[in-house]
C-alpha cells in the first residue's frame, strides 16, 4: 500500500505534523507547497462566498498537494466552526474531479489522537502503542522547543543590531528539526539555538513599546494570513508577546479555561468559546501588566471573535489602552494593514510620550 | 396589591423557539410580559447602532430588539445556551450572548438561564434557578415550569398536525430551510412568505418537524454536522423530499453554520430545484421578488411536464 499523504499548512508546524505522520504510517508525505497568491485565489475560487478564510487556505493547500500526487488528505481541527471544514471539503474537492481518500480526525469537536492510532494501524500494522506513544511523545517536545525559542526572538527581534541576524538563526534551527530526530536530540537543538539567541547582539532601550497580540488561531499562527503583521509590527522597535500557540491549544487550554474565566470575571459570566475567552481575559491582563497596545486579528466573519469584540472594548475603555481590530479576508493589500499599522504605532509612540 | 414584575422579552432568536414556554412560566409566576414588537427599520438602525459590523444579521436584528426594551421593563430574559449534549452543539453566536448584552447595556437587568448538558446545567434546574429570583416559593416554580413545558409540547404538536395536513393538498409545495429566527422575523423571513402566500402556494416550515426524526434523517445528508438547531431544519429535507416541489435555503448574511452547511446541501441535493436567498441589512424587496418569481416559474413548469 504506498500513499502520498498530505495536510493543511499552519505556520512552521507542518515540521513535527509530517515528521509525525511519515514515521507513524511509513508512508511518503506531500507537505503543501508554502502558502502564496494562487494558494489563496484557489481556494477562494472554489469555497462559498462568506465562509472564514482558513477554509479558503486548507482548500488552497489541498488542491496545490492533489496537484503534485498526493491521495490521501489528513484533516483535524475544532472548535467553532472549523470542526465541520473537512466535510465540505471533502465534497468540494470531489465535485472538482480529483480522486483521493479524505481521513478526518475530528471527533465531537476534538483531535482525537486514539481515532488517528487506529486509522495508523490499519495503513502501518507494524506500529503498536509504545512505538506511536515515542513518535506522539517527540512531536510534542518538537512543537514545545519550537514555542519556547520563539518566544525570545518575537521580544527582541526589532532591536536587532545585524539586520536579519534572528531570521537567519530561525532557518538553522526549522532545517535541524528536520533530520532524524530523538528526544535526546531535540533537548540539545533547544540549548544550542537558545544560546545562539542570546548571544546574538539586541540594542533594547529601557522604555521600549510593548504589543500583544490576541485573537483568533489561525491567523495568528499563519503569518501568511496576516500579511506577517507580527514582523511587521516588530520591525518597527516593539516587542511583541502572543499567547496562542500549538503547545497553548494543545496542552494548556483545557486545564487553563476556569482560571481565566475568574480573572477576567469583571466583563464574562460563562465561556464565549472557542479563543474568545482567552481574547478578553488575556487583553485585560496585559493592560494591566502595563503593555502599550493590542492588537486583535481575526479572519473575516469569525464568530467567536465578533463576540468578544464588543467586550474587547470595555476593557479598552476601563484601562485606558488602545486596541486595534484587523479582520483578514482573501483578497486584502498588504498596503491597507501597513498603513493601519503605521497610524497604530505612530498614536501609541505619543500616548507613551505624554506620560 | 403588589405591582408586577415587568419581564421584557426580545422578539428574536430563541423567542421562536421557547415563546410558548417563557410566556406561560412566567404567566404562571405573575409577572407580566413585555415583548417587543415586530422587526422594523427603527429596531433593525439600533441594532446596528449596538453591534459590529461584522455580526450577522439575526444578532443585530437581537441587539435592536434589547436595546429597544431598556427602560420599558424590570428585567429583560437573556437565555445563554452552550450546548444539549456531546456532539450536540449550538453556533457559538448563543453562548457568548449574555456577556454581550451585559457589557453593551451595563445598567441592563437581566434574568437570565444557562443551558450546557454537557456540564450538567438542565433547563428544568435552570428554569428553577431562574425562578428564585422572582418568587421565594419553590413549589411554585416548579408547577410553572411543568405547566409551561405541557403547554409547549402541545403547541408544537399542533404546529406538526397542522403542517401534515397541509401536505394533504394538490398545491404547489415549497420547503424553506431557515432557522425559525429567520423565517418568521417580519423583516428577514416575512416578504418571502407573505410572497408565496399571496400566489397560493404552500409554505412547509423545516422546524415543523419532530426533532428527533429530523436529527435521525440529518444523519443521512451529513454525517459529522454538529450544530442541533441546523441538524434540527435540515432533517426535513430528506424527509419532504418526495413531498415538495422545490426547495430554499433562506439565511442571514454571514451566518456561521449556514454558511458550511447550505453550500454542502446544495452540493448533495441533486433531484429538487434550489434556492439559495441570502439576506443582509441592505435588501431590497424587489430583487427578491424577481428571483421567486423565476423559481415559481420554474417548479411550475418541471410540474406540469410531470404531469
Known amino acids: 500500500m504506498n500513499k502520498k499523504i ?101 471527533k465531537n469537536n476534538h483531535v482525537s489522537l486514539i481515532n488517528i492510532y487506529k486509522y495508523v494501524k490499519k495503513i502501518n500494522p507494524k506500529i503498536n502503542i509504545i512505538t506511536y506513544s515515542y513518535y506522539l511523545f517527540n512531536t510534542f517536545l518538537m512543537i514545545i522547543i519550537m514555542d519556547k525559542l520563539g518566544k525570545y526572538p518575537r521580544e527582541n527581534m526589532g532591536f536587532e543590531v545585524n539586520k536579519d541576524s534572528f531570521i537567519n538563526i530561525e532557518k538553522d534551527f526549522l532545517n535541524s528539526l528536520k533530520g532524524h530526530i530523538n528526544p535526546l536530540k531535540l533537548i540539545k537543538i533547544y540549548f544550542k539555538y537558545k544560546k545562539r539567541y542570546r548571544k546574538c547582539p539586541i540594542n533594547k532601550p529601557q522604555d521600549h513599546l510593548k504589543i500583544g497580540i490576541v485573537g483568533e488561531l489561525y491567523s495568528i499562527m499563519e503569518p501568511y494570513t496576516s500579511s506577517n503583521i507580527e514582523r511587521k509590527l516588530a520591525s518597527r522597535g516593539i516587542e511583541v508577546k502572543r499567547f496562542t500557540t500549538f503547545t497553548y491549544l494543545l496542552l494548556i487550554k483545557q486545564f487553563n479555561l476556569k482560571r481565566l474565566l475568574r480573572k477576567g470575571k469583571k466583563y464574562l459570566k460563562y465561556h464565549l468559546g472557542a479563543d474568545a475567552t482567552e481574547s478578553v481575559v488575556l487583553s485585560q491582563e496585559l493592560a494591566k501588566k502595563g503593555f502599550d497596545g493590542i492588537v486583535h486579528i481575526k479572519s473575516f466573519g469569525c464568530t467567536p471573535e465578533i463576540s468578544a469584540m464588543p467586550i474587547m472594548a470595555e476593557v479598552s475603555k476601563d484601562y485606558h489602552i488602545p486596541i486595534i481590530y484587523f479582520s483578514f479576508d482573501s483578497n486584502d493589500s498588504e498596503v491597507a494593514v501597513e498603513t493601519r499599522i503605521e497610524a497604530f504605532y505612530d498614536m501609541i509612540v505619543a500616548k507613551k510620550e505624554q506620560k | 396589591m403588589k405591582k408586577k414584575i415587568k419581564i421584557g422579552i426580545p422578539r428574536a432568536f430563541l423567542y421562536y423557539r421557547h415563546h410558548i414556554l417563557w410566556k406561560n412560566f412566567f404567566e404562571k409566576l405573575n409577572c407580566q410580559i413585555v415583548l417587543s414588537p415586530d422587526t422594523n427599520k427603527e429596531i433593525i438602525a439600533l441594532g446596528k447602532d449596538y453591534s459590529i459590523d461584522e455580526s450577522c444579521l439575526s444578532s443585530k436584528v437581537y441587539m435592536g430588539h434589547v436595546a429597544y426594551l431598556i427602560d420599558k421593563c424590570d428585567y429583560v430574559l437573556i437565555p445563554r445556551i452552550s450546548d444539549y449534549g456531546k456532539d450536540e452543539k449550538v453556533c457559538i453566536k448563543f453562548s457568548g450572548l449574555y456577556d454581550i448584552v451585559k457589557n453593551t447595556f451595563p445598567n441592563l437587568k437581566i434574568l437570565n438561564y444557562n443551558i450546557e448538558i454537557s456540564t450538567h446545567h438542565k433547563e428544568a434546574y435552570e428554569f428553577f434557578k431562574m425562578g428564585l429570583k422572582i418568587t421565594k416559593n419553590p413549589i411554585k416554580i416548579i408547577r410553572a415550569y411543568y405547566h409551561a413545558h405541557k403547554k409547549e409540547k402541545k403547541y408544537n404538536q399542533e404546529l406538526m398536525q397542522c403542517q401534515a395536513n397541509n401536505l394533504k393538498n394538490n398545491k404547489l409545495k415549497i420547503l424553506i430551510i431557515a432557522h425559525p429566527y429567520n423565517i418568521y422575523d417580519k423583516y428577514i423571513g416575512y416578504p418571502i412568505t407573505k410572497f408565496f402566500k399571496e400566489n397560493n402556494i404552500d409554505i412547509i416550515y423545516a422546524d415543523r418537524l419532530d426533532k428527533k426524526i429530523a436529527i435521525e434523517y440529518s444523519k443521512e445528508l451529513s454525517e459529522t454536522l454538529y450544530w442541533t438547531y441546523s441538524k434540527e431544519i435540515i432533517g426535513a429535507i430528506n424527509y419532504y423530499q418526495e413531498a415538495v416541489d422545490g426547495i430554499i435555503f433562506l439565511t442571514a448574511f454571514p451566518c456561521g453554520p449556514d454558511s458550511l452547511v447550505n453550500e454542502l446541501l446544495i452540493r448533495k441535493i441533486k433531484n429538487v430545484p434550489i434556492t439559495n436567498i441570502i439576506i443582509d441589512e441592505s435588501s431590497a424587496e424587489a430583487g427578491l421578488q424577481t428571483r421567486l418569481e423565476s423559481f415559481i416559474d420554474i417548479i411550475e413548469g418541471r410540474k406540469n411536464n410531470h404531469e
Open chain 1, 6 to 106: 498530505t495536510f493543511p499548512h499552519i505556520g512552521n508546524y507542518y515540521i513535527p505534523i509530517s515528521y509525525l505522520i511519515s514515521k507513524a504510517t511509513r508512508q511518503e508525505v506531500i507537505v503543501p507547497p508554502p502558502i502564496t497568491k494562487k494558494t489563496i485565489n484557489l481556494g477562494s475560487k472554489y469555497s462559498p462566498d462568506y465562509v472564514c478564510v482558513p477554509f479558503k487556505y486548507n482548500l488552497g493547500n489541498f488542491i496545490e498537494s492533489l496537484e503534485l500526487g498526493a491521495d490521501t488528505i489528513f484533516q483535524a481541527g475544532g472548535g467553532c466552526r472549523y470542526g465541520y471544514y473537512a466535510e465540505l471539503q471533502e465534497q468540494i474537492l470531489k465535485d472538482l474531479g480529483y480522486h483521493f481518500e479524505f481521513v478526518n480526525f475530528i
